[in-house]
């Protein structure tokens, strides 16, 4: 499946994985979370948010997923004119669990995407189910292993993989490389850049870690409450807006 990466979304989208907002607001009480939050993320592209901890990252994703009401348009487009909602997978930021915990990855993800009742034997066909759902993310030979004992890129493989079932128009990630290291980083980064090849998925991800961006995102959203910038990596790296919050110099001219 071929990757879309276009400016109109009119006549040009497939399927419902075009995500635009228009001046979003969130408030909690008297507190301003967010306020006139505006962008545009296309089909098939990678976009990164970033920002200082409190920027509103998470209650951003908490508004587009439906789970806190906002003021100003959060829409999914569609070529068709349709106006149902699309698929979103999210993968919450890494949870901790026991290391001595007995539950199996195959327990977790049969619980998960099935009402069977996992302290009986999982049959072949709820096995193969998991299996097919671990395979997406290459992650099919952590089946039998305890969720505790996984590494933290391995965690992220079960995570997307749960995420991934059923196949979502969009994926919204939060802070999947915190606690990955180098090599897991790199693979969880080519395999979002297969993921979203494969299955013309929107893929919108926070992060901390500014040298990854020009390596695999089309789009970087500064957010602070607000929308500071949005563009190419670069762009948004050696924009004033980004040397303000972050009093750092990176991306084009940096030195």
């Not at 439906?66 to 003021?71: D, E, I, R």
């Not at 390596?215 to 762009?235: C, Y």
């Amino acid at each position: 499946m071929s990757v879309h990466k276009h400016d109109n979304c009119t006549g040009g989208c497939e399927g419902l994985c075009c995500l635009a907002l228009e001046d979003v607001g969130v408030n909690l009480g008297e507190a301003e979370l967010l306020h006139n939050v505006s962008f545009h993320l296309h089909c098939g592209e990678i976009a990164a948010l970033i920002g200082p901890n409190g920027a509103g990252k998470s209650s951003l994703f908490k508004a587009i997923l439906g789970q806190l009401p906002h003021s100003g348009s959060i829409r999914f487009q569609r070529s068709d004119g349709k106006k149902s909602r699309p698929i979103i997978g999210y993968v919450p930021q890494s949870p901790a669990f026991d290391r001595g915990d007995p539950v199996s990855v195959l327990d977790f993800l049969a619980a998960a995407v099935s009402d069977y009742p996992v302290f009986l034997p999982i049959p072949q066909k709820l096995r193969e189910r998991v299996g097919d759902c671990l395979s997406r993310t290459h992650a099919g030979g952590l089946m039998d292993k305890r969720i505790g004992a996984l590494s933290g890129g391995e965690l992220q493989r079960v995570l997307m993989a749960l995420a991934l079932e059923p196949v979502p128009h969009i994926l919204i990630l939060d802070e999947p490389l915190s606690g990955v290291d180098i090599d897991g980083e790199r693979q969880l980064l080519d395999m979002l850049d297969e993921l979203r090849a494969k299955y013309d998925l929107s893929i919108l991800l926070s992060t901390h870690d500014f040298a990854t961006l020009e390596s695999f995102a089309d789009k970087v959203i500064l957010l602070q409450n607000t929308v500071l910038a949005v563009g190419a990596p670069g762009e948004v790296l050696s924009s004033p807006a980004f040397q303000q919050v972050f009093h750092l110099r990176l991306g084009r001219g940096a030195v």
